[in-house]
């Protein structure tokens, strides 16, 4: 693939890469410690702190957020958040226990 580009293309090419990488392991570390904190919080407290966590990574850009969740590859954390919030706001306690095991055994972390 680097064989097909142009020289000067390649540096780039590659530090575009690595921030990608970059970016998405900061992604699964943020939703690793998100869930090892859900996971040790009293259900009354589970709706602020999702509610919290989804002003913060969202901010104005709720709609586009929502747009990704359909989108191929794009589970990370604002997935995850808007999942989680919408299984908790419905009363879906059982799919929202079910949903933080699955997500934490995908991303290595402490299930359930």
């Known amino acids: 693939m680097l064989g097909s580009l142009p020289w000067g293309a390649v540096p780039e090419f590659l530090l575009e890469r690595a921030d990608q990488g970059r970016r998405e392991f900061i992604d699964q570390q943020a939703l690793l410690d998100l869930l090892t904190r859900l996971q040790t919080l009293q259900r009354a407290s589970t ?3 999702l509610v919290r966590q989804a002003a913060a990574r969202f901010g104005e850009r709720a ?3 929502v747009a990704a969740l ?7 954390l604002r997935a995850f958040l808007l999942e989680a919030l919408t299984l ?3 009363g879906k306690t059982a799919r929202y226990t079910a ?3 699955e997500t934490a055994q995908q991303v290595g ?3 359930g």
């Open 70 to 76: 359909g989108e191929p590859g794009r589970w990370g």
């Open 99 to 101: 949903l933080v095991s």
């Open 63 to 65: 709609a586009e957020a």
């Open 109 to 111: 972390g402490p299930a």
């Open 47 to 49: 709706l602020p702190e």
């Open 88 to 90: 908790v706001l419905e």
